[in-house]
């Protein structure tokens, strides 16, 4: 099945994005979370790498173990950064040779202590170009590429961002998918303004569920997401992990329910390595390949 099938006709995808432990511990607890997961009968698993390519080949085994666990779909996050053409080339080939399916193709955040991206040389600028170089490639990967519903942190305006998401679709993408966002308002805005550009492709939103107040302050204010007041108030009110954990995840299944119900393409859901927030959000409802 293509990528963007699993978002057509009736069915609403649905995703988990995984990242890959420093420890070995680290590695049994996820694959354990991955096999919780499975309940929910997702379509696919995507995973992160390092800053800088640092953990390239930790993904691939990870996405391997997924694989072989599963017998899903898996997906590997590939950057611009730090790395020439020729060298996410050959990532490309490994991944291949690896069983992977799909490719999140993105630029990449400049490196710790850099405030503007700089490609290498022999390197890549912006995503549509790595987006255009996956297409030259033998395998066939199904392209997923970012979407911010409140405006990349880096774009000039709105418009000038729905301008670079265009040409990232117009290089061959099947989807996209969004940054986290905690305002619906935001997803829907976006939406609207993706078709009335053309941009025609499954526009999926990503949740991330707020499970520590403090984690989400410093993980919003890396991406320029905002925190709606009346949220923060909320968790606020107590310093409790299990209250910040309830109001936190209560507010990511209401917004998933209400995206459901305005039609979302699917659901990408950054787990973190864990499942609970997940369990909670998703009970009894009909997403992945039970939609």
């Known amino acids: 099945m293509k990528l963007a099938d699993y978002y057509r006709d009736g069915r609403r995808g649905l995703s988990f994005e995984l990242f890959p432990p420093k420890t070995e511990a680290g590695l049994q607890s996820l694959y354990e979370h991955v096999d919780r997961l499975m309940a929910f009968k997702p379509d696919y698993f995507t995973c992160t790498y390092g800053a800088g390519g640092s953990t390239q080949g930790l993904t691939l085994d990870v996405l391997s173990e997924v694989r072989r666990r599963t ?23 490994e991944a291949s040779q690896r069983g992977t399916d799909f490719i999140v193709a993105l630029r990449g955040d400049p490196p710790k202590g850099e405030t503007t991206f700089q490609a290498v040389a022999g390197g890549l600028r912006y995503a549509n170009e790595l987006v255009e170089l996956i297409r030259t490639q033998p395998h066939p990967f199904g392209i997923a590429v970012a979407g911010y519903p409140e405006v990349h942190q880096e774009a000039l305006d709105a418009d000038s961002d729905l301008s670079n998401l265009k040409r990232k679709v117009d290089a061959g993408a099947d989807i996209v998918i969004t940054q986290l966002f905690y305002d619906n308002a935001d997803f829907y805005r976006f939406r609207e303004r993706c078709e009335q550009n053309g941009i025609t492709v499954p526009i999926v939103p990503g949740l991330l569920p707020i499970t520590n107040l403090a984690q989400a302050q410093r993980i919003t204010s890396m991406c320029k ?54 369990e909670k959000m998703l009970e009894g409802c009909q997403l992945g390949s039970t939609a």
Request: with cysteine; aromatic share 6%; charged share 20%.
């Open 71 to 93: 017998e899903l779909p898996v997906a590997s996050h590939l950057t611009c950064v730090g790395a020439t053409a020729d060298e996410i080339r050959t990532y490309l080939q």
């Open 225 to 278: 997401a905002k925190l709606p007041p009346q949220l923060v108030q909320r968790l606020s009110e107590k310093e409790a992990p299990d209250w910040q954990f309830e109001i936190g995840v209560q507010h990511a299944r209401e917004q998933l329910l209400d995206l459901l119900k305005n039609d979302a393409a699917g659901m990408h859901l950054y787990v973190l390595n864990k499942s609970q927030a997940a």
